[in-house]
């Protein structure tokens, strides 16, 4: 029916849609209210709904709905006066045209409405956790639970959490340090994305992984390959028996006295599991600051959102570290992450190459590519990893007299500045899910980027000279 249509033709038959149902509501507010009271009473709805099968007996209905005849007849007679239900013969009803197209707005609005996600959460959450006794559920949880420590980036803050409640004194700072999370830079080519900051090549997961282990504990990576859930919407059985493999194992590094860490705990972000109940997680996460004091409503195994692929990390044995060795180890890696010398997934850009590729970015894609979540998400990361990297340098420098000290001291003066460099950029674009990106404040950024280049080019330089120095 557009056919033909020119694209301000059809823009100003639209407006001109929406004017008119805008005066509808405004001119007819009373009436339109009592429109919607006759379908105001969970009866009737349920009434509407049955008969979007087709025509219903009077019998069947008060079957079905369990109101008595004189109930039924009542509701009926009001859906009736409002022209949504039609009598088609003797006891019998159906909807008119009217009340086809109510009902089927109706339940199009609450699918995609954010209430009934909330209600269906809490209809489960009811199910698993106030029920959990009563179905005689089992219920463990860990002598000394982890806490998440607040930060950005969730690795950093569930593996800092998860090692001091094993033993380790420990915090963001030596987690970013010795993974090298502190100094990488990730992001997708041509556009913004939140995954930069943790769309890894698996190869570069892995090195993380064994830097972590340096600050004394043995971890073990378990992944199940794909996704969860494998395609967008609701998980299918073959995505439930995924997870709930995955439970079992959790559960058994429960039942060891020892927390566990999971991707996607309950959105795309690594969490503390401490416990179990039932078929569901005892967690800390990034939730816990969000209303500190309040507990943590439990995950279920099959409410994970890991895109990628399914991902726990277990911990098995305090070990023995030569410190100085783990230092120059964590430097090295560092090093090589910060100068981009690593794998990287396609389409991504890592290093300084990363930098320049978000500059690019902010100056030339299309504003249909502009997500302001992306661009505001990575900018806070990196932030906070920038302050991670310049504070580990200078713990590590206070170690070592001599050219080695000047050179981890300058670097650490450097990344304090990127961190201050980025800290402005996020005053541009603070955290949102949504939000305005205009030219000028897309260029501004873009220059800031820039600057931060140089200045961690700086810095990386100093890493090179200390290790030489080493």
Same mark, same amino acid.
């Given at each position: 029916m557009w056919a033909g249509l020119t694209r301000s033709a059809l823009g100003e038959m639209m407006g001109a849609k929406e004017d008119e149902l805008y005066n509808i509501l405004l001119e007819s507010s009373e009436e339109v209210s009592g429109f919607l009271k006759s379908v105001s009473h969970p009866g009737r709805v349920l009434i509407l709904s049955l008969m979007m099968k087709g025509d219903q007996k009077l019998s069947h209905l008060g079957e079905a709905t369990g109101l008595s005849k004189n109930a039924l007849v009542n509701h009926l007679g009001m859906l009736i006066d409002k022209r949504l239900v039609r009598k088609t013969g003797r006891g019998r009803y159906a909807l008119t045209a009217d009340g086809e197209d109510l009902m089927a707005s109706v339940a199009s609005v609450y699918r995609d409405s954010t209430l009934r996600e909330e209600a269906r959460r809490e209809m489960v959450r009811r *199910?698993?956790? %106030? &029920?959990? !006794? %009563?179905k005689g559920m089992s219920e463990k949880v860990i002598g000394e639970p982890a806490k998440y420590q607040p930060c950005w980036i @969730?690795?950093? &803050? /569930?593996? $800092? &959490?998860? +090692?001091? $409640?094993l033993g380790l004194e420990c915090d963001i700072t030596d987690v970013g340090g010795y993974s090298g999370y502190a100094f990488i830079t990730n992001v997708i080519r041509g556009t913004f994305c939140p995954s930069g900051p943790t769309a890894f090549h698996p190869k570069t997961w892995e090195e993380m992984h064994k830097g972590t282990e340096d600050i004394g504990y043995e971890i073990?990576? =378990? =992944?199940? /390959?794909g996704g969860y859930p494998l395609k967008e919407g609701e998980p299918t059985p073959e995505d439930i028996a995924r997870a709930k493999k995955l439970f079992e194992k959790v559960k058994r590094e429960i039942d060891a006295d020892r927390p566990a860490i999971l991707w996607g705990l309950p959105i795309p972000e690594y969490g503390i599991v401490n416990g179990y109940r039932g078929n569901s997680y005892i967690t800390s996460t990034y939730r816990s600051l969000m209303e500190p004091g309040k507990p943590e409503e439990p995950v279920l195994y099959y409410e994970l959102q890991a895109p990628g692929n399914m991902h726990a990390i277990f911990f098995k044995e305090p070990i023995e570290v030569v410190t100085e060795e783990a230092q120059r180890r964590a430097l090295e890696r560092a090093l090589r992450f910060a100068q981009g010398k690593i794998p990287v997934n396609e389409r991504y850009a890592t290093g300084p190459e990363a930098y320049s590729e978000w500059a690019d970015a902010l100056e030339n894609a299309p504003l249909a590519k502009a997500s302001y979540q992306g661009n505001s998400y990575v900018a806070a990361c990196l932030w906070e990893a920038r302050e991670m990297a310049a504070e580990f340098l200078l713990r590590t420098a206070s170690s070592y007299p001599g050219p !080695? +000290? %000047?050179? +981890? @001291?300058? /670097? @650490?003066? *450097?990344y304090a500045e990127a961190a201050r460099q980025l800290k402005e950029f996020t005053g541009i674009f603070p955290f949102s899910l949504e939000g305005a990106m205009p030219r000028e404040k897309r260029l501004r950024g873009a220059e800031i980027l820039k600057r931060v280049k140089d200045t961690e080019d700086v810095a990386t330089e100093h890493l090179r000279k200390a290790l030489e120095n080493w």
């Open positions: *199910s698993y956790t %106030e &029920g959990w !006794r %009563e @969730s690795y950093t &803050g /569930a593996i $800092a &959490g998860a +090692l001091t $409640a073990l990576c =378990d =992944d199940v /390959a !080695r +000290l %000047e050179h +981890l @001291s300058e /670097a @650490s003066k *450097s």
